[in-house]
């Protein structure tokens, strides 16, 4: 008996079973540590079924058409049979822009037999192809010199942008997600003996693939939709398996991180490091470089403890000197930080970290810089004599002056003199000039000294952010205080913790119970359509 007559009996012997795991095996689409069965099958291939009618006349006589009985076959499963034996056919392997080609019209036919009704038995082998196409996407995306003649094949004389590779094959395996999260079950929910029903079951699957192709082609916007869709329609998370939850919470929180909702993100990130098994040190470090930096967003910075853990060697050294300067108002250290000469500028803006960590941390930068200012100021100790504690806004510009002048490269002057008339007037500008700095280099905005109005502002800022507690008296020039007496003096009253002044805003604003695109539990369904194709009978009927 040919190869083929036996492969294609054993396919049908499969869809009769319902085999769909052993399915999976029949249907491998990548090289190596493949049967032998299949390189006599390519042989055969090559050598008598150059015609794809005579492929279509091979799975007709084994797989005959019959999709009204459980185990049938459909006419979308039988092209994606002739596709597939086409594909083992023609695939050259070393030709990997080719190989996407054929690799992605033989994705799209599997879909195709997996939204069919009788499709079920298809699931594995579809996320199979699907992985196999989704690194074959990411493997070209790195390497330009293969890509680059595509891209000026994609580009048009009108100007329109084109999509990626890699954003062509996310919206392939978008198909399978869709066909999953809108399938047909007998229970609403999607569940069925406390677990997904049918084909619901690939909806993480598929999901975590789009999601790692949008993540790579830096389209994270598009997710968006998907992420609305699965807060919709599907079933728990918590109902997945340990790898298809963890994947998908790291992802959803970067989408979170780089949405700007630190507080989500910070959720989702560290329930997917807790769940993320210890032995997968380097898929818990990603999620802990996301994690640490969402938390230092909201105040909360990492512990000895954690940063002496296996997946987080190294990171101490880029972290904590930023975690120091937000602690101690130091904003020369904290601009250093992310400058050049330290060697981490580079690091984060890989990591996408670098905009985010510099403009969200400076906010808390400044109300440690006010808070030290007041600690330096304020006549202690304190005493409940009815008089309001206040911060004089000009002191604050003192500080902000000076460190904008270290920046610059000013120096202490040679010659030590007896009496200066501010601190900030106890250095003078370097023999050389000023040191240019970028827009991101200075205190406020490159070169640009700050005054009174624009510190003022800064203050009022924080106050509306709940950072400070308190009010501007614009006639006195100063920050006053209020309720040193109900918390304690005036470090607490004036200046609550980031991590629980964030934190409760989250809860008035009712962002603390749900995250968005993650379902925790089953949604109670009121009302819907209520099928009576052959229970109703019209009135009268007997």
């Not at 050598?47 to 058409?65: C, G, V, Y």
């Not at 459909?74 to 190989?99: H, K, M, P």
Request: hydrophobic letters at 40%; glycine letters at 6%.
């Amino acid at each position: 008996m040919a190869v083929i007559d036996e492969y294609l009996k054993g396919i049908y012997g499969l869809l009769k079973e319902q085999n769909a795991d052993e399915l999976q095996r029949y249907l491998r689409v990548e090289p190596g540590n493949l049967p032998a069965v299949f390189d006599q099958l390519v042989q055969e291939l090559r050598a008598s079924f150059t015609n794809n009618k005579a492929i279509d006349r091979k799975i007709n006589q084994h797989i005959p058409l019959d999709d009204e009985e459980e185990g049938g076959t459909s006419q979308s499963f039988n092209t994606f049979i002739q596709t597939y034996l086409q594909y083992w056919r023609d695939v050259n392997f070393q030709d990997l822009l080719e190989t996407h080609v054929k690799l992605s019209a033989l994705t799209n036919t599997c879909i195709t037999a997996l939204s069919h009704n009788q499709g079920l038995v298809c699931l594995p082998a579809t996320i199979q192809i699907c992985d196999a196409l989704a690194k074959l996407a990411i493997t070209l995306d790195k390497r330009p010199d293969l890509t680059q003649q595509l891209k000026r094949a994609a580009s048009g004389s009108d100007g329109e942008s084109r999509k990626t590779l890699v954003e062509s094959t996310a919206e392939i395996i978008q198909k399978a997600f869709t066909t999953c999260l809108g399938a047909r079950t007998s229970n609403p929910s999607g569940i069925k003996d406390g677990k997904p029903e049918g084909k619901k079951a690939g909806i993480f699957q598929f999901a975590n693939l789009v999601l790692k192709m949008l993540f790579q082609c830096r389209k994270t916007r598009l997710a968006n939709q998907l992420f609305t869709n699965i807060s919709q329609h599907a079933p728990p998370l918590k109902l997945y398996s340990d790898r298809q939850r963890v994947t998908y919470l790291y992802y959803l929180g970067r989408f979170h991180f780089s949405n700007n909702h630190f507080y989500h993100a910070q959720s989702c990130l560290q329930a997917a490091y807790d769940q993320c098994h210890f032995q997968f040190t380097s898929q818990k470090r990603l999620i802990l470089i996301f994690l640490i930096s969402s938390n230092m967003i909201l105040g909360r910075f990492p512990g000895q403890a954690l940063l002496a853990r296996p997946e987080a060697a190294g990171l101490a050294e880029k972290f904590m000197p930023i975690a120091l300067a937000i602690q101690s108002g130091n904003m020369v250290a904290f601009k250093h930080a992310f400058s050049r000469d330290s060697s981490n500028e580079r690091w984060f803006f890989h990591k996408g970290l670098l905009l985010p960590l510099q403009s969200r941390c400076e906010v808390l930068v400044w109300r440690s810089l006010a808070r030290r200012v007041f600690n330096l100021t304020y006549q202690w100790p304190w005493t409940d004599n009815g008089k309001v504690p206040t911060l004089a806004i000009t002191d604050l510009v003192v500080a902000a002056q000076l460190c904008q002048k270290v920046l610059e490269g000013w120096e202490k002057p040679t010659s030590n003199p007896l009496f200066v008339d501010s601190v900030s007037a106890a250095l003078v500008p370097p023999p050389q000039g000023r040191k240019k700095l970028r827009a991101q280099q200075g205190v406020l905005f490159g070169n640009k000294m700050p005054n009174l109005l624009e510190v003022e502002a800064i203050i009022a800022s924080l106050i509306q952010q709940k950072l400070l507690k308190g009010y501007i008296s614009h006639a006195h020039k100063k920050f006053a205080i209020l309720g040193s007496k109900q918390r304690g003096g005036p470090l607490t009253a004036g200046f609550p913790s980031v991590w629980t002044a964030l934190k409760t805003r989250a809860e008035e604003e009712g962002r603390a119970e749900e995250v968005p695109g993650w379902v925790k539990n089953e949604r109670k369904r009121i009302g819907g359509v209520v099928n009576l194709s052959g229970i109703a009978r019209p009135v009268g009927a007997k």
